[in-house]
């Protein structure tokens, strides 16, 4: 992947060391979610991202609640063409993250 396809996200200085954790979980629910689909367990898809969506504005990514709040829905409707969609939108997304601490107020140009 070239330097210019990375999304550099900032992240609070004192959350900064919490994050990579984070996004290792959400690597791990892509995982889950894909094996989860292909058993069509929509409960198992609606939990998983119902946490994404509560956690990711908390650790200063919006895209990974608003991912969630979309799979949520998508795993109420059981619409598996859309959630096959989101959760490579998701990995795709995750990919492109680079974290760079900051020391001010907030997290800023996140998304």
Same mark, same amino acid.
């Not at 990375?6 to 290792?24: E, G, N, S, W």
């Given at each position: 992947?070239?330097?210019?396809?990375? #999304? +550099?996200?900032?992240?609070?200085?004192? /959350?900064?060391? #919490?994050?990579?954790?984070?996004?290792?979980? =959400?690597?791990?629910? +892509?995982?889950?979610?894909?094996?989860? #689909?292909?058993? *069509?367990?929509? @409960?198992? /898809?609606?939990?998983?991202?119902?946490?994404?969506?509560?956690? *990711? *504005?908390?650790? *200063?990514?919006? @895209? /990974?609640?608003? #991912?969630?709040?979309?799979?949520? @829905?998508?795993?109420?409707?059981?619409?598996?063409?859309?959630?096959?969609?989101?959760?490579?939108?998701?990995?795709?997304?995750?990919? =492109?993250? @680079?974290?760079?601490?900051?020391?001010?107020?907030?997290?800023?140009?996140?998304?």
């Amino acid at each position: 992947m070239a330097r210019s396809d990375k #999304l +550099v996200i900032t992240v609070d200085a004192q /959350i900064a060391a #919490l994050v990579p954790r984070f996004l290792a979980n =959400r690597a791990a629910d +892509v995982d889950r979610i894909r094996t989860a #689909l292909a058993a *069509g367990d929509f @409960e198992a /898809i609606r939990a998983a991202a119902h946490g994404m969506k509560g956690s *990711g *504005g908390g650790y *200063g990514f919006p @895209e /990974i609640s608003r #991912l969630g709040a979309a799979m949520e @829905e998508g795993a109420r409707q059981r619409d598996a063409a859309a959630l096959d969609t989101l959760v490579a939108s998701l990995e795709t997304y995750l990919a =492109r993250v @680079e974290i760079r601490p900051c020391d001010g107020q907030g997290a800023t140009g996140n998304g």
